[in-house]
């Protein structure tokens, strides 16, 4: 298994400021994934990060509003730019098995952001 | 593009009973499909996993079920417990290392 956690876990910001939001593993993992959750709504993937190399960011995400690093292979930051309250959700990390076998996931415990 | 349909209501039932979860996708048959738990304030957990070739998978009180013709999975609590109250979300892959989630449904065991 896998123990992520993740920093701040909660935080209220104004709008137009930007947040970083870290995430450590507890071990070398390849892949590493951000979502975001919204109130009643499902997780939806922002980008993968892989060490090494630049996040594959999906439909609807662009690096400009959400940079990505990856500087090892247990650690990366999201940065929410330019906020606004549409903002306002918890950002999850996530790391697929440490075995690299792509059959579960591990979360951490999410970062609750506020932008008034 | 594919959509998972997990029931937005909530499931109430009584300790003891089982408790029983559908999840339905709109398009492909993935090659697995997963069921997480989530409590408040906590990220998701995961709880099975059951391939496309698979019909069933236990694990101690859960039991979950796939079928490629139905584009269903039914996920099962036996002899549930208020400790089981939780949201319950279901996952796909979408090949290569993508998975997609479900908005999952509340599960209340009433004591």
């Known amino acids: 298994s896998a123990v992520i956690s993740q920093k701040p876990s909660r935080d209220i910001c104004q709008r137009g400021t930007s947040l970083t939001i870290q995430c450590q593993v507890d071990?070398?993992?390849?892949?590493m994934f951000w979502y975001r959750q919204q109130p009643g709504q499902s997780l939806t993937l922002i980008a993968t990060?892989?060490?090494?190399?630049?996040?594959?960011?999906e439909s609807g995400f662009v690096i400009d509003k959400f940079p990505i690093s990856r500087p090892n292979l247990t650690f990366s930051t999201l940065t929410v730019s330019n906020m606004s309250p549409e903002d306002s959700s918890i950002y999850l990390c996530?790391?697929?098995?440490?075995?690299?076998?792509?059959?579960?996931?591990?979360f951490g415990p999410g970062t609750r952001l506020t932008v008034l | 593009s594919q959509k998972i349909e997990q029931n937005s209501e909530a499931l109430n039932i009584q300790e003891g009973k089982t408790a029983t979860l559908t999840c339905n996708y709109t398009?492909?048959?993935?090659?697995?499909l997963q069921w997480y738990r989530q409590d408040p304030g906590r990220g998701p957990v995961f709880l099975l996993l059951?391939?496309?070739?698979?019909k069933e998978k236990r694990k101690e009180r859960l039991k979950v079920t796939f079928d490629t013709t139905l584009k269903q999975s039914l996920f099962h609590i036996t002899a549930s417990q208020p400790a089981d109250s939780a949201t319950y979300l279901c996952?796909?892959?979408?090949?290569?290392?993508?998975?997609?989630f479900g908005a999952g449904t509340r599960l209340f065991v009433k004591a």
């Open positions: 996530s790391v697929e098995s440490p075995r690299g076998a792509a059959d579960e996931q591990f």
């Open positions: 996952a796909l892959d979408t090949g290569g290392f993508k998975t997609i």
């Open positions: 398009n492909y048959s993935p090659a697995y």
């Open positions: 059951i391939r496309e070739n698979e």
């Open positions: 071990s070398q993992v390849t892949m």
């Open positions: 990060a892989n060490q090494g190399s630049e996040a594959t960011y």
